[in-house]
């Protein structure tokens, strides 16, 4: 069979609590964010095989992700979208990953405001 080219994941829309923001009432109260997520990795041989082995788990990445997310605390988006990433690309079969977060009700009129980064393996400090 030919070269199927990477996968996409997509966890999307997964809600959770945590700690951001920089002002007095962000940092004593969690507020809700929200994470997709899109991963990308070589699942050929999953797709041949049918082995669950040779998948990416993204269940117990989820997991990471949501231990990340709720067990710290962030003042900015930016370092809350670098955690998710740096969980995503820890992991072998992953050739890069997008995330973006959403803060919903952060700015007054707005439904939300989002902040979206992408890495490739091997681009991480």
């Known amino acids: 069979m030919r070269d199927l080219g990477p996968a996409i994941i997509r966890i999307k829309n997964l809600r959770l609590r945590t700690y951001v923001g920089f002002n007095p009432e962000e940092q004593q109260k969690k507020q809700d964010v929200v994470i997709n997520i899109a991963i990308h990795y070589d699942a050929q041989r999953a797709a041949e095989s049918d082995a669950v082995g040779q998948a990416l788990n993204y269940k117990t990445l989820t997991k990471e992700v949501i231990a990340r997310v709720e067990d710290n605390h962030f003042l900015l988006l930016e370092k809350l979208v670098y955690e998710i990433l740096e969980v995503a690309v820890r992991h072998p079969a992953v050739e890069m990953a997008t995330v973006e ?21 091997g681009e991480m400090p």
């Open 101 to 121: 977060v959403d803060k919903p009700h952060a700015l007054r009129f707005a439904d939300s405001v989002s902040l979206t980064m992408s890495v490739a393996r």
